[in-house]
């Protein structure tokens, strides 16, 4: 419990200094004008008041990744709460921060044409593809996984999961094309507050609730049923509580509709610390209502140790919580997947902003592309996924320093947590089952060596400038 509650401090306390020493290198110009009024269309660019800019970020990011990832990580030991703690201030706000307010300048473009801005047209390339490539998946996988919870939680005709994908999908694809002020404006920030709700209920009952909980004075191993090594398993395994390269696709959508600059460490920063205190909790939780790491590790799907936690501890609220957790959630962030892979592929083809004609044309061709997707075997494409998703946000932060550069600005904060990422993701895909699962001792120095030569070829570009 001390742990878990040190943890829980040192976050808000971290992010209320180095969110402000965040925003003091970026150069905030309160007084510049924000894209949501200069490009201002009634669909995308609208302006809209910063609470509830917030709580769509927020679920836009959060999904089920801060719930499901830590509770699969706290199977690593008490070293979860630290690498959320210190991902999520260190590598994660940095990442969310750099990444939308870089958008905002740019005019709230969307997250390949800011990394080939500063990185080059190759990379733009690279992150066109790869980022609606992604973006197309999660849409897909979230809507299975919901729709085959809902089929087996009602009767009847609607007792089938292939009703409540068509009901997914007619919703995805009004919340692509519609008004981002017309369902996500309203439907979002309700879900974003019962989101948080959820996690304060279950946070009350973990102090309340008698059990055991794991302290760092027990040591740093791993304590993983699979005998995983916690590095660098573990920073890929908490992705979304800790840096998420998928938040980097979902900021353009806010930096669209931000009324002032000074509203960006509120926005992109804080909703980070906030995604990284539902991950304590939920690591927290996990691990003192099942008593020890193997009972936990055998308790099923992530999705089912949520409903027994939600349901055990807060009764038929807690149920409906639950519900909420595990099916509105993911659906909310499979939504704004497509909006978002929509305004990539119209940045590339530079369709014209709030054409209706554009946007069915550009949303119908990823539906169809989602529908064959949906037969196929998503196991081993989603176990890759998490890797994707990290090194995405390794890239995306080698931009951050670059445009840092560019502006004649301190680039450590965003150089360090990249070098860190990119030691963890080469080093995870060598040595990964779903890897080249190669001996740890080669991922480890492929991935340092990899870091430092990266890391030279920055240093090297920048001392030219």
């Known amino acids: 419990m001390i742990t878990f509650c040190v943890s829980l401090v ?24 924000t894209p949501c009024y200069s490009q201002e269309d009634g669909v995308d660019y609208v302006p809209m008041p910063t609470w509830k800019v917030f709580l769509i ?24 709460y630290l690498w959320i703690v210190f991902g999520c201030l260190f590598a994660g706000g940095v990442h969310d921060y750099l990444s ?37 998946l999660v849409g897909t996988v979230f809507v299975v996984t919901p729709a085959d919870l809902l089929g087996n939680m009602t009767a009847g ?79 890929i395994t908490i992705a979304c509580g800790a840096i ?26 804080w909703a980070m610390v906030a995604e990284g205190i539902v991950a304590l909790i939920w690591a927290a939780a996990a691990i003192k209502f099942f008593g020890d790491y193997g009972t936990l590790g055998n308790a099923g799907t992530p999705g089912v140790i949520v409903n027994k936690i ?4 807060m009764g038929v609220v807690g149920a409906a919580l639950a519900v909420l957790g595990v099916v509105a959630a993911p659906v909310t962030s499979g939504d704004t997947a497509f909006r978002s892979a929509r305004l990539i592929v119209s940045d590339m083809f530079k369709m014209k902003k709030g054409g209706a004609c554009n946007r069915v044309l550009v949303t119908l061709p990823m539906f169809a ?42 680039c450590w904060m965003a150089v ?16 990964a089952p779903e890897g080249f699962l190669l001996p740890y001792w080669i991922g480890l120095v492929s991935g340092i060596v990899v870091s430092i030569v990266v890391s030279i070829l920055f240093f090297v570009w920048k001392s030219k400038r």
Not at 179 to 206: D, E, K
């Open 157 to 235: 005709s609607f007792a089938t999961p292939l009703f409540w994908t068509c009901i997914i999908f007619v919703y995805y694809l009004l919340a692509t094309l519609l008004p981002i002020s017309s369902l996500i404006g309203r439907v979002y920030p309700v879900f974003g507050i019962a989101l948080l709700v959820m996690a304060l209920g279950v946070g009350v009952n973990i102090v309340v609730n008698p059990g055991w909980m794991p302290e760092v004075t027990d040591g740093l191993s791993s304590h993983h049923p699979g005998g995983l090594p916690v590095f660098p398993m573990l920073c």
């Open 369 to 410: 592309v989602s529908v064959l997707l949906m037969f196929l075997d998503f196991n081993v494409l989603w176990r890759y996924f998490a890797w994707c998703n990290q090194t995405l946000a390794t890239i995306t932060l080698w931009a951050s320093a670059v445009w840092l550069v560019r502006q004649s600005r301190s």
């Open 57 to 80: 970020q927020f679920l836009n990011i959060a999904g089920t990744g801060p719930i499901f990832g830590a509770i699969m990580g706290i199977l690593f030991g008490p070293a979860a």
């Open 244 to 269: 998420s390269g998928f938040h980097g696709t979902q900021n353009p959508l806010m930096a669209r509709c931000m009324t002032n600059e000074r509203d960006g460490r509120r926005v992109f920063y």
């Open 310 to 313: 939600c349901s055990s501890w």
């Open 416 to 431: 360090l947590p990249a070098v860190f990422m990119t030691v963890v993701c080469v080093c995870y895909i060598i040595v």
């Open 10 to 33: 040192l976050l808000v306390v971290g992010a209320l200094v180095y969110s402000r020493y965040v925003e003091k290198v970026f150069g905030v110009e309160p007084e510049r004008r």
């Open 100 to 136: 939308g307010m870089i958008s905002l300048r740019k005019g709230g473009v969307s997250l390949p044409e800011m990394v080939g801005d500063e990185l080059g047209s190759v990379a733009r390339i690279v992150m066109r593809i790869f980022s609606v490539t992604l973006l197309v």
